[in-house]
Nanobody
Framework: QVQLVESGGGLVQPGGSLRLSCAAS????????IGWFRQAPGKEREGVSC???????GYANSVEGRFTISKDNVKKTVYLQMNSLKPEDTAVYYC?????????????????WGQGTQVTVSS
């Protein structure tokens, strides 16, 4: 059974850091691209970052230089290191899989949506 489970969210002050984790089961990370989306209240869902099967990475303009995506194929886990967090980063973050990343750091034909993990950036 294919499953993606997010964790690591929480409350952090502006300028702080968080690391999100996405544990995969039922498939291997070298077969799919994995990425992160986020959705804030009242806003459309947006792609944040993606890592391809081969390890190439991409980011949305809004997080470029602040967020870093990585993966551990043995642990079957994808990470999103988020630094210099801003209040506008507040959202529910989801990890998804797909056949490839897009040029803007999103995931093509994203699937495997889970419950997400809440990130709140506030003083």
């Amino acid at each position: 059974q294919v499953q993606l489970v997010e964790s690591g969210g929480g409350l952090v002050q502006p300028g702080g850091s968080l690391r999100l984790s996405c544990a995969a089961s039922g498939f291997t990370l070298d077969n799919d691209a994995i990425g992160w989306f986020r959705q804030a209240p009242g806003k459309e869902r947006e792609g944040v970052s993606c890592i391809s099967r081969g390890g190439n990475t991409g980011y949305a303009n809004s997080v470029e230089g602040r967020f870093t995506i990585s993966k551990d194929n043995v642990k079957k886990t994808v990470y999103l290191q988020m630094n210099s967090l801003k209040p506008e980063d507040t959202a529910v973050y989801y990890c998804v899989r797909g056949p490839a990343c897009t040029s803007l750091g999103s995931v093509y034909r994203a699937s495997g949506w889970g419950q997400g993990t809440q990130v709140t950036v506030s003083s």
